[in-house]
């Protein structure tokens, strides 16, 4: 079971009513039943994952296992053939009385891990590029990816906000203002957060990063 380096769907669920972790087993048998594939299984575990309970769900195929993650009680990452998603999804709503949603990263929530992945590789030098993807907010332009080596973000940090920082050097050079644009996913050697979508790598910020994407989920 590993969490790290896997890309998820990241969904915001309402409390789960009646749920009860000593029926896992049989939840397992229901939604077995619903993906309605004599090869398709389910299987509930409980688990910890950077100290927080967790019910892993496994969904066992003939040629791989796909694992998704319910924290209880507001978010779900999931990775599953999008049938079974769908299908996750629908369970959940109906035998719980929950509502589900994808969760979207927005450019503070963004800006906000990438601090705290800077801050806490504070200690160690940075070996990957970062990219930002940014959106025009005139959908028949295309989406702007910046691409910052490691060198250069080091040089940014020192400078104060790296974001704020090259923000001001892309409007220099370029005469374009990133304020005017959102952000919209940000890539760099701790996570790749962007959309509905959230991969973390296994890393010295691991736990941080992954306890501030909790936090932003349930407020």
Known sequence: ???????????????LHNFSETRLEFYANELSVLIDRDSYNAVFSPIEISS?????IDIQTPSSTYSSYLFPPH???????????????????THFDCRTS???FTQNILISL??????SASANPIIKPLELTYSPLDANLKKIT????PHDIEEFKKRGSLV???????KYHTAIDLNQIQLVRIGCAGFV????????FKNTQTEDIFRAVLKNIER
């Open 114 to 119: 990438f601090d705290i992945f800077l801050s």
């Open 102 to 104: 994808e969760f979207k």
């Open 146 to 149: 910046l691409s910052i080596e």
């Open 193 to 200: 957060a962007g959309d509905s979508k959230l991969k973390i």
């Open 164 to 170: 704020e920082c090259l923000t001001g050097y892309v």
């Open 52 to 56: 927080i309970k967790a019910i892993q």
């Open 1 to 15: 079971m590993t969490i790290h380096n896997t890309t998820f769907s990241v969904y915001k669920i309402s409390p």
């Open 75 to 93: 978010t779900l990452l999931i990775r599953s053939p999008s049938h079974v998603i769908n299908t996750i999804l629908e369970y959940l709503s």
